[in-house]
């Protein structure tokens, strides 16, 4: 399985990205997928959620920013970030958890003030 992430890039405070992950040669489907961000110091941090049936979640400090999606036919993961902040910036990472867990290389987001 690989995870391609991108969309990551140098955006004003205030501003939106989206990323994207494309899953190759997997039942995408029936995964249970995830985006994680490392910010500079901190540990990994998962972000938000989606699962096989479309539930989300998401962690309370992206709460009404961020919307994480799914295109099952596309076999792509997706998280739009509105309203960003400083403190968003960190490497931005998709996962997929099914018979197993996969993870994508990260895509940088840095978030200026």
């Not at 968003?88 to 997929?96: E, F, K, P, S, V």
Request: charged share 20%; aromatic share 10%.
């Amino acid at each position: 399985v690989q995870l391609q992430a991108s969309g990551g890039g140098l955006v004003q405070s205030g501003g939106s990205l989206r990323l994207s992950c494309a899953a190759s040669d997997f039942m995408f489907r029936l995964a249970t997928c995830n985006w994680y961000r490392q910010g500079p110091g901190k540990e990994r941090e998962l972000v938000a959620t989606i699962t096989s049936t479309g539930t989300t979640n998401y962690t309370d400090s992206v709460k009404g920013r961020f919307t994480i999606a799914r295109d099952n036919a596309k076999k792509t993961l997706y998280l739009r970030m509105n309203s960003l902040k400083p403190e968003d910036t960190a490497l931005y990472y998709c996962h997929l958890k099914l018979m197993g867990d996969w993870w994508g290389r990260g895509t940088l987001v840095t978030v200026s003030s």
